[in-house]
Every structure is written in C-alpha cells, then in structure tokens.
C-alpha cells in the first residue's frame, strides 16, 4: 500500500521521483537525531528496499527529489548531476527589490533592476558555505544562475520568477536572489521579513528534465518530470 504522506510523482524498476513538502529532509542530519521527518527514510520503509539519494533539497524548499533504487542507477545518476545534464526549474515568489536587508560591509551588486515580464538574467558568483548559510567569497565555488522574471503574482505584492541553477551549489539560489535584492518571501535567513507556516520559503523546484541524456541511457525515465509550481 502507497503511504498517504509519500508523494510519488514517478517510480520505475530503477528510480524514484518524490514531491517533498516544506519541513522535511532529504536525508538524515548528521547530529543526533532531531526527530524530523526525513524522505529518504520513509521511502526506505514503505518500499523495503535500500533507497540512494541522487541530490537533495533544503529542509524548507519544497520540490521533486530524485531516488535510486539499486547501486547502479545511483553510480550513473551521480554522474548526471556532475554533468550537468539534468536541468532543474524552481519557481520562486520573492519581494520588491530592496537593498536594506544586506548589511553595508558586505559585497553585492545592490544595482537597481527594472523588471520587465519575460526579462532574463545570468548570475556568477563564487559561493562558500558557512554554519547556518552561504555566502560570496573570493575562494568560494563558481556558480551560475539562469533566471527569468515572470511578472507580479496576481492579489499578492509578490514577484514570480522562475529559476535554473547550473551549478549546484549550498543555497545558490536563496543566495543569489537575495544578493540582488529580492529575497525569498518566507525566508528570514536570507532577508524576508515575511513569515510563511513554519519552515516554509516560497521556493520550489517543480520541473526536472532528463532530456539531455541519450534516451537508452537513462533507465526508462521520461524527458521532464512536472509538477504544480506554485510555491505558496
């Protein structure tokens, strides 16, 4: 029987697709444990299998996750991901561009931006990890964003954007949005002042295609996989 709380959107011999809601873990933390639910646990429980995580999404982002189901197809999926060769869309709501969230000793662009629906953007930078968040640096790792500015969320003040990380780096896209001065509503680590159900950021990453990889390559799976991109 499927668990009510577990949100298959695609399952084949091989792999696992999950819809994770805001508040839960990919994976277990490395402290102790903190009595949260984590994902790849209950799958391992309700299938009866050893499950292997491919990648991971943060605790408060919701979206689609990818599983492996044997060793195999989780050796070639890493392989993917280094790759670059699965590209992953997040749909994002943040707030007006507004500077006065980052404090003045720290580096950032702070160049005011007219948004037009439609417009796109390139964003390099180089990210480091820290304790709780990440951070530009000089030594940090090279990362890219595509991003493409939807328009206004209708009844709400609220910016859409959609999203593409190239790189995959720690809170690359929470990062690069704030340090241009639209952070994510909901998310206080990064300068929302606007608060969402608890350990909830309107990011979610609802569209995940495979289509760069040779079809017989790839284990059955489907060009995209999508799901419903609201993030509220």
Same mark, same amino acid.
């Given at each position: 029987?499927?668990?009510?709380?577990?949100?298959?959107?695609?399952?084949?011999?091989?792999?696992?697709?999950?819809?994770?809601?805001?508040?839960?873990?990919?994976?277990?933390?490395?402290?102790?444990?903190?009595?949260?639910?984590?994902?790849?646990?209950?799958?391992?429980?309700?299938?009866?299998?050893?499950? &292997? #995580?491919? @990648?991971?999404?943060?605790?408060?982002?919701?979206?689609?996750?990818?599983?492996?189901?044997?060793?195999?197809? @989780?050796?070639?999926?890493?392989?993917? $991901?280094?790759? @670059?060769?699965?590209?992953?869309?997040?749909?994002?709501?943040?707030?007006?561009?507004? $500077?006065?969230?980052?404090?003045?000793?720290?580096?950032? *662009?702070?160049? *005011?931006?007219?948004?037009?629906?439609?417009?796109? &953007?390139?964003?390099?930078?180089?990210?480091?990890?820290?304790?709780?968040?990440?951070?530009?640096?000089?030594?940090?790792?090279?990362?890219?964003?595509?991003?493409?500015?939807?328009?206004?969320?209708?009844?709400? @003040?609220?910016?859409?954007?959609?999203?593409? #990380?190239?790189?995959?780096?720690?809170?690359?896209?929470?990062?690069?949005?704030?340090?241009?001065? $639209?952070?994510?509503?909901?998310?206080?680590?990064?300068?929302?002042?606007?608060?969402?159900?608890?350990?909830?950021?309107?990011?979610?990453?609802?569209?995940?295609? $495979?289509?760069?990889?040779?079809?017989?390559?790839? &284990?059955?799976?489907?060009?995209?996989?999508?799901?419903?991109?609201?993030?509220?």
């Amino acid at each position: 029987m499927t668990d009510p709380k577990l949100e298959v959107v695609f399952e084949n011999d091989h792999f696992i697709v999950c819809d994770k809601p805001c508040g839960v873990l990919t994976v277990p933390e490395r402290s102790a444990d903190s009595g949260r639910r984590v994902l790849g646990l209950e799958l391992q429980e309700a299938r009866g299998i050893q499950i &292997f #995580p491919v @990648h991971r999404l943060d605790f408060v982002v919701s979206g689609l996750v990818l599983f492996a189901k044997d060793a195999e197809a @989780h050796k070639v999926a890493n392989g993917w $991901f280094e790759q @670059h060769l699965v590209r992953k869309t997040y749909r994002a709501w943040t707030h007006a561009q507004d $500077f006065s969230h980052i404090p003045a000793n720290v580096a950032a *662009p702070r160049k *005011p931006i007219t948004l037009t629906a439609g417009q796109t &953007f390139e964003w390099r930078g180089r990210i480091k990890r820290g304790k709780r968040r990440a951070f530009e640096a000089p030594d940090g790792q090279p990362s890219i964003t595509h991003a493409t500015f939807l328009g206004k969320v209708a009844s709400k @003040h609220y910016l859409e954007w959609d999203l593409e #990380p190239i790189t995959g780096r720690p809170h690359q896209l929470r990062l690069d949005l704030s340090r241009h001065g $639209f952070p994510i509503v909901g998310d206080a680590l990064y300068g929302s002042a606007t608060r969402l159900a608890p350990d909830h950021i309107a990011l979610r990453a609802y569209r995940m295609s $495979f289509a760069q990889i040779n079809a017989e390559d790839r &284990f059955e799976l489907p060009d995209t996989v999508q799901i419903n991109a609201n993030p509220a």
